[in-house]
């Protein structure tokens, strides 16, 4: 059976440096690439710049139209992988067509997820915000409304609270969890956040589940404990994501929240790879292979994947986790575990956003492990290096903790 | 392809601040922005034997740039002609993805998009050296191709040994 070169299975960050690596490392043959979306990549990331007029609708498509005819790219877009068979090395599409590889690289993102809330599933007034399509429909939605309610007080959950604030709508933030940004920020930066955000008309609840929630064509009504009920237009889920891996069907992929794939986005399967919000590759703080979403890491993850399905030896070591993100006018920034719980572990923060910039260390014993900032940026980088290579901090304990920016740069200058 | 990159000599710098007011000069950049060069005092040991050292710093124009790698927009290029990474503000939408890839420091942020060292093009495009390099009394920055600039501190590196070999024999 005729095997037809190189198959990339998405139309992402990863997927298209994959393409772009093997290409540039010389590999000649065919290459297919298959997604279920039509038209150039989506960046996601840019999709709340464009809902808040920053940027105009083209730009959200960074890599352009021409892209595959440059790269020589079979393209298949508008059909879904609705099968894939590693022990064939085979793939079935959903109109039909089956093609054939040497190689594979799944690199199909991931897809936001609605919880289990009553009435949530089928409401033809919740909306997400990852794809193109979601962002037109969210934008559609947005330009009636007046009130809303957010569900998830995570990154996209705040990035759709900015924009709804900014277009004049009311929201209501809710979230589970006791404070906002729960992965990303400390409880401390985290209440800092969030009488910011407050400030900026944001009616938000926190430790709220929803219990159940009724739609019809003109709004949404959502249920929360103790008889409270609040009405609006519409509702943005922003509870989370979950990768997209359907077209699997209980194939033997090493598998845990996503895709296992080692330095090389390896899977366990010989010749299949994955790259991307598909996969879980190595957080270098830990060294265990954790789901990471991030873009720079995707591109960085498919890259090594071209490379490496073209005949180079390529390596992607891993990444660790990190943020940074402008929230109406402040920029918040994460690094590392800002959540570590243990005797040894010390907090040093201070300063004030909009007076300098606010900083949060968080110390395990002599080493940094996690830092928030907000409006501060500068030195960034060292502090990444610094967790990174697990920087022995005990000249900052000199004397008792530093309480300063200035002096926690200044030492972990020295200590490098 | 042709990479052009800055030399430094540690030994050489005396922490004048030179090169971070011609940067700010050169560029136009407002008060109370950070310069695309900066200059960080290292101090080691202590009394009697205590040392003073500086280390002046920007945009390194990376082979493989991370803030290129990461930057959602495309605003960030690297030149073909000469290496230069480049950033390009009409482009960049102030995410901040750069500042959080960059082991440097390098990108700076005013009105909301990134702006950098940019190897001084303008001035390079009229034979001048940048404008960093340029004002350096004490010869501490250089410029060059980043071939050359290899040759010349291994060079140098061979004399040094050479010399305390030399010195060593004689005694």
Redesign the interface.
């Known amino acids: 059976m005729k095997q037809s070169g190189l198959l990339i299975m998405g139309n992402g960050g990863a997927a298209i440096h994959a393409v772009s690596a093997a290409r540039s490392a010389g590999y000649e043959g065919e290459i297919h690439q298959v997604s279920d979306m039509e038209g150039p990549a989506f ?1 996601p ?2 999709s709340p ?1 464009y809902l808040k007029g ?2 105009p609708w083209e ?1 959200c498509f ?2 352009g139209a021409d892209f595959y005819r440059k790269h020589e790219v079979n393209c298949h877009f508008g059909s879904a992988v609705e099968r894939l068979d590693p022990i064939n090395k085979e793939t079935l599409l959903n109109n039909g067509r089956k093609i054939h590889y040497k190689k594979c690289l799944i690199a199909t993102g991931a897809k936001a997820m609605a919880p289990p809330v009553p009435g949530l599933q089928e409401s033809g007034r919740a909306f997400t915000l990852r794809t193109a399509r979601s962002t037109k429909r969210l934008e559609e939605v947005i330009s009636t409304a007046k009130r809303a309610v957010v569900l998830g007080a995570s990154l996209v959950g705040v990035k759709v609270t900015e924009i709804l604030r900014k277009r004049g709508v009311e929201v209501i933030l809710v979230d589970v969890a006791e404070q906002i940004l729960p992965r990303s920020a400390h409880p401390e930066s985290a209440t800092l956040l969030q009488g910011y955000f407050e400030k900026q008309g944001v009616d938000i609840r926190l430790g709220c589940s929803l219990n159940s929630i009724e739609s019809d064509t003109r709004g949404v009504r959502c249920l929360f404990p103790e008889g409270i009920v609040e009405e609006g237009d519409f509702v943005a889920v922003c509870t989370g994501i979950r990768p997209c891996v359907e077209f699997l069907n209980g194939e033997k992929i090493e598998m845990d929240q996503a895709i296992l794939v080692d330095e090389k986005m390896r899977t366990s399967v010989e010749n299949l790879y994955a790259a991307g919000d598909v996969c879980q590759g190595i957080n270098l703080m830990t060294g265990k292979r954790e789901w990471l979403g991030l ?2 890491n995707a ?2 993850q498919g ?1 090594t994947a071209g490379l490496h399905m073209a005949g180079v030896n390529a390596v992607h070591q891993g990444t660790m986790p ?5 929230f109406f006018h402040w ?1 918040f ?1 994460q ?1 590392g575990d800002v959540h570590r719980q243990g005797k040894d572990v010390h907090i040093v923060s201070g300063g004030h956003p909009e007076k300098g910039g606010y900083h949060l260390f968080v110390f395990d014993g002599e080493v940094l492990v996690g830092v928030n900032l907000i409006n501060r ?6 502090f ?2 610094a967790i990174l290579r697990r920087l022995d901090c005990r000249r900052l304990m000199d004397g008792g903790f530093c309480s300063t920016y200035d002096e926690i740069v ?1 030492r972990i ?2 200590s490098r | 392809m042709k990479q052009l990159a800055f030399s430094f000599d540690v030994n050489r710098c005396t922490g004048c601040m030179a090169c971070v007011v011609s940067c700010l000069d050169q560029n136009d950049l407002p008060g109370g922005m950070v310069s695309f060069r900066h200059v960080t005092k290292l101090e080691q040991g202590a009394f009697p034997s205590a040392k003073i050292s500086f280390l002046s710093l920007s945009c390194q124009h990376c082979g493989d740039a991370p803030c290129l790698m990461v930057c959602p927009t495309g605003a960030i290029s690297k030149r073909d002609e000469d290496g230069v990474v480049v950033s390009n503000r009409s482009l960049c939408v102030g995410c901040h993805s750069c500042v959080l890839a960059c082991p440097f420091g390098a990108p700076q942020f005013e009105h909301g998009t990134m702006s950098k060292c940019d190897f001084c093009h303008t001035r390079m495009e009229s034979g001048m050296a940048p404008a960093c390099v340029s004002v350096c009394p004490t010869n501490a920055l250089g410029f060059g191709n980043i071939e050359e600039l290899t040759k010349a501190v291994k060079e140098k590196a061979s004399v040094t040994i050479l010399s305390s070999l030399l010195t060593t024999g004689s005694r």
Do not use: D
């Open positions: 960046n990331m840019l710049y920053i940027i730009r960074p890599f873009w720079g591109c960085y890259r990190q943020h940074v993100s402008p920029t920034a690094l940026f500068q030195e960034i980088g060292s990444k290096t200044e200058g020295r």
